[in-house]
């Protein structure tokens, strides 16, 4: 029991079971409190039926000339048998000796007053005695009449069992009701931790906006903290961003400098062993600046991914214009860079991010496919609503055993040494994907070329 | 060519002019917008190179001003960001195509390529080198009635040749003519396209000769 209250458990199971065990009690409760009563009255109308008929005997009661007469009327008993099917007795002292009746009927032992009561047993009966008293003067002188009227409580139980039992139903009635309420308040005050959980549980994995939910005032406290933490995470995510900007546009103008001349160097040079060293020199200009290109593309889909701007995209020009823009660079290797089926597929989502995914992936195939490959360009349709650009070329394809993690920041294939690559390529593609609610999906084809596909939720 | 090069950036510009004149081309350098439009007001260019940050405003606006002035000349933006929604909106405004710096010059003379081809249509330059007409463009090499498509590379080998007739071109030279930087490529590769190349060849007077101990030059 301690360890249910203090372990944090449910609060929706706590909060029913304390409901749940109050309305219980208070039921239990109700149906003693009606039982008691339903009781007491029962019993206080038999006392008062008894009275009258004591007092009925009483009062027919005469002295003739100092004789006493005591003729029992009629209805004195049949006031009773109207009650019910019981049974009744009678006795008549007269100042403690026996009259008429029952004589073993209990009289009442030192009774003061008029009137007095009491439950005994009387021929293996419950029996409700009622005894009145009244002085009279008589020719011996002045004695005690004592009529005592008894009558079987079995009505009564009957009566009291009948009433239990609707005390209890009527428990039970109110058990019921107060447990369907106790479920509803519960779940009324559950339901703007649940909105808030869900709220939060829908976003994406970069969605920093501040959380405007209605929360009831209790919880405000939480989600003005929450909101602070999420601020502060923006702000340093938002300052990190900028700098890695920053940071690649400064390369950029120093690093072609660089370039350009080592390029017009390598022209002017005689020497095999020099021009191999110029050669490699350019090879790592071109990978830094190839980085500094990726970590502010990877930056920049980041920040985009914030504050998506949706618009229709067919996916068939998206193709086109990428493949166009890429041709000349897939030329410079000596790579067929082909537009395959383009089925008329449509997709809502950020163009700029779209083909910010599709040029690095089309850039990745032509990294890894040797010198005179092809690389195939297509759209199709992938079912359940989805459409595909799938990037297939015909090189060495991916390493068989997880491909996956090559979609990880910085992780590169075991097959890439001696290609220029930063490994952030298809991060940036995999990125916008899920931004979109979509995925990339690495496969090697059945020649054994890499298969890239870009699958998107299509419209 | 004859190019246009607006850059503000003085050595990197230098060095542009110097690396495209290797090639053969004429470059005129303006180092803001309103020297450019003084170029380009006296001179006919082939093409125009446009830095995006210059010292008197965006190179964006010189964009829309060249649109609005029906200016024909085909533009490639040379931008230090490369953010792509800047390249969309560079595209948006009328530019032929972009690059990011630096600039990899095989890379560049492809472009360039791509949009005179797109721009120019049927209307071209060709040009007679012995019994052939050779089509740097589209990449043909036409004898009498027959017309040979060369690949990207054998076009690029041809070009370097067809520019210098009788110069001889050594093999490591080549190999930097041809492949990227980031190719791993041996001299052995260049013996593979000069191959194809006097496939391509051999009913033509124009041929391929090898210098034995220095490389190739062309024959007319």
């Known amino acids: 029991m301690v360890s249910w209250f203090s372990n944090p458990g449910s609060i929706r199971q706590r909060l029913l079971g304390f409901l749940l065990v109050g309305a219980a009690a208070m039921a239990i409760l109700l149906y003693f409190i009606v039982r008691s009563v339903a009781g007491q009255l029962a019993q206080e109308s038999q006392d008062n039926i008894l009275t009258a008929s004591a007092y009925s005997v009483v009062d027919s009661t005469r002295v003739r000339s100092g004789e006493l007469i005591v003729d029992i009327p009629y209805f004195a008993f049949s006031m009773l048998g109207n009650l019910s099917d019981e049974r009744v007795f009678y006795s008549i002292r007269l100042g403690g000796e026996f009259l008429s009746g029952y004589e073993e009927l209990p009289s009442l032992e030192n009774i003061d007053g008029e009137l007095a009561f009491q439950s005994a047993e009387f021929l293996g009966q419950d029996v409700r005695i009622a005894t009145a008293r009244r002085p009279i003067s008589l020719s011996e002188g002045s004695s005690v009449l004592e009529v005592s009227i008894a009558q079987t409580r079995q009505g009564l139980s009957d009566t009291l069992a009948r009433i239990s039992g609707l005390a209890a139903a009527l428990g039970l009635v109110f058990f019921m009701v107060a447990a369907v309420l106790a479920t509803l308040i519960a779940n009324t005050t559950i339901r703007p931790i649940d909105r808030l959980t869900a709220s939060l549980s829908r976003r994406g994995p970069r969605d920093l906006r501040p959380v405007t939910t209605p929360v009831p005032v209790e919880m405000e406290p939480l989600v003005t903290s929450l909101n602070g933490f999420i601020g502060r995470l923006k702000t340093s995510l938002s300052r990190s961003e900028d700098f890695i900007a920053e940071a690649a546009h400064r390369l950029r103008t120093p690093l072609a400098l660089v370039r350009t001349q080592a390029d017009i160097t390598i022209r002017r040079m005689e020497r095999d062993e020099n021009r191999k060293a110029m050669r490699d020199m350019i090879t790592a200009i071109d990978e830094t600046s190839r980085t500094a290109g990726q970590l502010l593309d990877h930056a920049m889909v980041s920040l985009r991914a914030d504050d998506l701007e949706t618009e229709k995209i067919a996916l068939p020009v998206l193709v086109r214009d990428t493949v166009e823009r890429m041709t000349p660079t897939a030329e410079l290797k000596d790579l067929d860079l082909e537009i395959g089926t383009l089925a008329d597929m449509s997709v809502r989502g950020d163009l700029i991010l779209l083909q910010s995914a599709l040029e690095n992936v089309v850039d990745n195939a032509m990294k890894y496919t040797p010198i005179g490959g092809q690389i195939v360009v297509g759209v199709s349709e992938g079912g359940l609503g989805l459409a595909l650009i799938a990037v297939s070329d015909n090189g060495p394809g991916f390493p068989k055993p997880g491909a996956e993690p090559l979609t990880d920041r910085f992780a590169r294939g075991t097959n890439a040494e001696g290609i220029v690559g930063s490994g952030l390529g298809l991060t940036i593609a995999q990125d916008v994907l899920r931004v979109h609610g979509g995925a990339l999906n690495l496969t090697n084809t059945e020649g054994g070329g890499a298969c890239v596909e870009l699958v998107l939720p299509s419209v | ?220």
């Not at chain 2, 060095?15 to 290797?22: E, I």
Request: proline share 3%.
């Open chain 2, 1 to 220: 060519m004859r190019f246009l090069l607006i850059e503000d950036h003085a050595p990197l510009a230098k060095a542009v002019v110097d690396r495209l004149s290797l090639d053969g081309h004429v470059v005129d350098h303006a180092s803001s917008m309103a020297d450019a439009w003084d170029f380009i007001a006296t001179a006919a260019y082939d093409l125009i190179l446009l830095d995006i940050m210059l010292p008197d405003g965006d190179g964006r606006d010189f964009l829309s001003r060249c649109r609005t002035e029906a200016q024909k000349t085909p533009v490639i933006v040379l931008t230090a960001r490369s953010e792509v929604s800047d390249r969309v909106s560079l595209l948006d405004l009328g530019a032929d195509d972009y690059m990011v710096k630096p600039i990899d010059f095989s890379e560049l003379e492809a472009r360039c390529r791509a949009v005179l081809r797109r721009r120019q249509g049927e209307a071209r330059n060709t040009k007679g080198i012995g019994d052939l007409v050779f089509d740097p463009l589209a990449g043909t090499l036409r004898k009498d009635a027959e017309t040979i498509q060369l690949r990207p590379r054998e076009l690029r080998l041809f070009e370097t040749f067809a520019n210098s007739p009788g110069q001889i071109f050594s093999k490591a030279a080549l190999v930097d003519r041809l492949f990227s930087f980031d190719d791993d490529v041996t001299e052995n590769a260049i013996e593979v396209y000069v191959g194809r190349l006097r496939r391509h060849l051999e009913t033509s007077s124009v041929q391929i000769t090898t210098v034995r101990g220095l490389g190739y030059k062309l024959d007319t």
